[in-house]
Nanobody, 120 residues
Framework: QVQLVESGGGLVQPGGSLRLSCAAS????????MGWYRQAPGKQRELVAD???????NYADSVKGRFTISRDNAKNTVYLQMNSLKPEDTAVYYC??????????????WGQGTQVTVSS
C-alpha cells in the first residue's frame, strides 16, 4: 500500500503565502501523476493542480499565476507553493497520486487532508 502524508497547512492573512508538502511512503514501485485538490465547506472537491512524472503541470484557472506545483521524484514528494492567497482559497487541501505499489498495478491514493485558512 501507499500512504500520502500532507503538511504545511495553517492560518495565513490575505496576500500571504504557504507551502504544502505531500510525501508518499510504503510499497512504491512508481508514482505517475501527483496533484492537489481542495474542498471548501459546502462545495465539491476540485482539482487545484497536478503534475506528471515528467513535470508537465496543469492548474485550475482560479490559481494560475499564484500557485506553483512541483515534485521531487527521488523523495516521492509533491509540493504546492501558494502565493497571494485569498479568502476564497480557504479549504481542506488533499494530496492525490496515481501510484503503483507493485509492477503492473496502478491505483489512486488520497492523503488525509490539511486545512488552509486565509483570514485577517
Amino acid at each position: 500500500q501507499v500512504q500520502l502524508v500532507e503538511s504545511g497547512g495553517g492560518l495565513v492573512q490575505p496576500g500571504g503565502s504557504l507551502r504544502l508538502s505531500c510525501a508518499a511512503s510504503g510499497s512504491i514501485f512508481s508514482i505517475e501523476t501527483m496533484g492537489w485538490y481542495r474542498q471548501a465547506p459546502g462545495k465539491q472537491r476540485e482539482l487545484v493542480a497536478d503534475i506528471s512524472r515528467g513535470a508537465r503541470t496543469n492548474y485550475a484557472d482560479s490559481v494560475k499565476g499564484r500557485f506553483t506545483i512541483s515534485r521531487d521524484n527521488a523523495k516521492n514528494t509533491v509540493y504546492l507553493q501558494m502565493n497571494s492567497l485569498k479568502p476564497e482559497d480557504t479549504a481542506v487541501y488533499y494530496c492525490n497520486a496515481d501510484a503503483s505499489p507493485t509492477i503492473a498495478t496502478l491505483r489512486n491514493y488520497w492523503g488525509q487532508g490539511t486545512q488552509v485558512t486565509v483570514s485577517s
